[in-house]
């Protein structure tokens, strides 16, 4: 207790000294530590504080800093085969694009976290400290045996990053400017233009960094509903044109991959008729024939389809949106089923075969992502791949991709368990069984894929 009453007054006689807010000033304490670094600093560490001031009459739960900073989520049965689960939110607790069916929204609606009111910036004095301690000193880390062996982060996961409010805070800027300092590789997930602003293209560097833009469909009408805060359509080609003529490597992520008609449509006629008989059978004309030569337009190299799981919330909430029943969408069996809901996987196949007909007929490379929809459609679509070693496309196409979360063990991954060490070895259980179901596949693509770790339940 004397202890915490001492850093308090020390706070407090340090921010009155130096008319800095008291955020900035424990930051400031913080990266006094850092004492052999050779970073520089130009970032304005005034935000935080100017962000208490505003919400100073009803400050947000959890604070005006969100705390969270690099996680490892491949621990978890629905992303353990991720090949980047390594991440980073330079946001948290929200996102302005609201799209209605994001998961994170889901969770963090649920526990009254999500747009209270606004997402807030991460603690990026924490950021430096960490990549500090690893490349600049010999400090003990909880990260080092992540970041030595440079397994690439991804940036944006439960927010979009390049939110335009980050013109005003600069932290994913800063970001991008430490992870460049320390040559150290990056995904980038986003559904933001601006990226492309001449402020942030000027800061990817194309040895190290991997852009993966969302696009969900091409429908502006459709997608404006579904995806209320982000740019449209146009704008997001438009910068991936930008993007991609600066000579970055970029993949536009179908994910979530929407179906256009009720499930069975392809693969089982008869469930189509016992369902909807005569009646007119719904659709959801969310991307049309137009797409591939747009993204060709676009000059982008690469495309990775992921399709769609939803809860009963997120049904329930693009069902008012769109004006359209899409639980019927579903079979009654899979729907019944507890968590996320999903199409079979017959008819899965054939939505990812038409997808990879069309893009190879465009010259655009072809992948699959399992995230969601089970550890097994993880192998069961690998023949579609074009990248048999790196379902993302990064791995060979961008200097920097050597490793992969893939070869973190799991004794590793269970330390960083946020979700508990129960879920994590259950997902370690099922981790193995899978590699015996799919052994065949393991081999035939082995010499191509990050090495498979070795699981002894009995340790």
Same mark, same amino acid.
């Given at each position: 207790?004397?202890?915490?009453?001492?850093?308090?007054?020390?706070?407090?006689?340090?921010?009155?000294?130096?008319?800095?807010?008291?955020?900035?000033?424990?930051?400031?304490?913080?990266?006094?530590?850092?004492?052999?670094?050779?970073?520089?600093?130009?970032?304005?560490?005034?935000?935080?504080?100017?962000?208490?001031?505003?919400?100073?009459?009803?400050?947000?739960?959890?604070?005006?800093?969100?705390?969270?900073?690099?996680?490892?989520?491949?621990?978890?049965?629905?992303?353990?085969?991720?090949?980047?689960?390594?991440?980073?939110?330079?946001?948290?607790?929200?996102?302005?694009?609201?799209?209605?069916?994001?998961?994170?929204?889901?969770?963090?609606?649920?526990?009254?976290?999500?747009?209270?009111?606004?997402?807030?910036?991460?603690?990026?004095?924490?950021?430096?400290?960490?990549?500090?301690?690893?490349?600049?000193?010999?400090?003990?880390?909880?990260?080092?045996?992540?970041?030595?062996?440079?397994?690439?982060?991804?940036?944006?996961?439960?927010?979009?990053?390049?939110?335009?409010?980050?013109?005003?805070?600069?932290?994913?800027?800063?970001?991008?400017?430490?992870?460049?300092?320390?040559?150290?590789?990056?995904?980038?997930?986003?559904?933001?233009?601006?990226?492309?602003?001449?402020?942030?293209?000027?800061?990817?560097?194309?040895?190290?960094?991997?852009?993966?833009?969302?696009?969900?469909?091409?429908?502006?009408?459709?997608?404006?509903?579904?995806?209320?805060?982000?740019?449209?359509?146009?704008?997001?080609?438009?910068?991936?044109?930008?993007?991609?003529?600066?000579?970055?490597?970029?993949?536009?992520?179908?994910?979530?991959?929407?179906?256009?008609?009720?499930?069975?449509?392809?693969?089982?006629?008869?469930?189509?008729?016992?369902?909807?008989?005569?009646?007119?059978?719904?659709?959801?004309?969310?991307?049309?024939?137009?797409?591939?030569?747009?993204?060709?337009?676009?000059?982008?190299?690469?495309?990775?389809?992921?399709?769609?799981?939803?809860?009963?919330?997120?049904?329930?909430?693009?069902?008012?949106?769109?004006?359209?029943?899409?639980?019927?969408?579903?079979?009654?069996?899979?729907?019944?089923?507890?968590?996320?809901?999903?199409?079979?996987?017959?008819?899965?196949?054939?939505?990812?075969?038409?997808?990879?007909?069309?893009?190879?007929?465009?010259?655009?490379?072809?992948?699959?992502?399992?995230?969601?929809?089970?550890?097994?459609?993880?192998?069961?679509?690998?023949?579609?791949?074009?990248?048999?070693?790196?379902?993302?496309?990064?791995?060979?196409?961008?200097?920097?991709?050597? %490793?992969?979360? $893939? =070869?973190?063990?799991?004794?590793?991954?269970? +330390?960083?368990?946020?979700?508990?060490? !129960? &879920?994590? /070895?259950?997902?370690?259980?099922?981790? %193995?069984?899978? $590699? =015996?179901?799919?052994?065949?596949?393991?081999? +035939?693509?082995?010499?191509?894929?990050? !090495? &498979?770790? /070795?699981?002894?339940?009995?340790?």
């Amino acid at each position: 207790m004397s202890d915490n009453k001492t850093l308090r007054e020390n706070i407090l006689k340090f921010t009155k000294a130096n008319e800095y807010g008291p955020i900035e000033t424990q930051m400031r304490a913080k990266l006094e530590k850092l004492t052999e670094t050779k970073y520089p600093d130009t970032f304005d560490w005034s935000v935080y504080d100017k962000l208490a001031k505003r919400y100073e009459a009803n400050p947000p739960r959890g604070g005006v800093v969100f705390k969270t900073n690099f996680k490892l989520v491949n621990y978890h049965t629905s992303c353990n085969k991720c090949h980047y689960a390594f991440e980073i939110d330079t946001y948290g607790r929200g996102c302005i694009h609201d799209c209605v069916y994001c998961y994170a929204k889901d969770q963090l609606t649920a526990h009254g976290f999500w747009n209270r009111p606004i997402p807030f910036p991460v603690d990026i004095s924490e950021i430096r400290k960490i990549m500090y301690t690893v490349f600049e000193t010999n400090k003990p880390n909880k990260w080092r045996h992540v970041l030595e062996k440079r397994i690439p982060v991804r940036i944006g996961s439960m927010s979009d990053s390049f939110m335009f409010m980050d013109k005003k805070y600069k932290v994913t800027q800063e970001l991008l400017k430490i992870l460049n300092f320390y040559e150290y590789p990056y995904i980038i997930f986003t559904r933001s233009d601006l990226i492309a602003d001449d402020t942030y293209l000027n800061l990817l560097n194309k040895d190290l960094a991997s852009v993966q833009f969302s696009i969900s469909g091409n429908n502006d009408y459709l997608t404006k509903r579904l995806e209320p805060g982000a740019p449209s359509v146009e704008r997001r080609l438009k910068a991936l044109k930008k993007i991609n003529e600066a000579g970055l490597w970029t993949t536009v992520r179908i994910n979530p991959l929407f179906p256009k008609y009720p499930d069975g449509y392809y693969s089982d006629k008869e469930s189509i008729k016992k369902r909807f008989g005569d009646k007119n059978i719904p659709t959801l004309d969310l991307l049309n024939d137009e797409f591939m030569d747009q993204l060709k337009e676009a000059k982008v190299p690469s495309l990775l389809a992921g399709f769609v799981r939803l809860s009963k919330t997120a049904i329930n909430s693009m069902s008012k949106s769109l004006d359209i029943d899409l639980a019927s969408f579903f079979k009654p069996e899979f729907l019944a089923m507890k968590g996320d809901k999903r199409y079979s996987d017959q008819e899965i196949a054939v939505y990812y075969m038409q997808l990879k007909k069309a893009a190879a007929q465009k010259g655009i490379r072809f992948n699959t992502c399992y995230i969601g929809n089970g550890e097994k459609d993880y192998y069961q679509y690998q023949d579609m791949w074009d990248n048999k070693g790196d379902c993302c496309d990064a791995k060979g196409n961008v200097k920097a991709f050597t %490793k992969s979360s $893939q =070869e973190i063990p799991w004794d590793k991954r269970i +330390k960083h368990a946020s979700g508990g060490k !129960k &879920i994590a /070895e259950a997902s370690m259980k099922i981790d %193995k069984e899978m $590699q =015996e179901k799919y052994s065949s596949t393991i081999d +035939k693509y082995k010499h191509l894929q990050p !090495k &498979i770790q /070795e699981i002894n339940l009995n340790e």
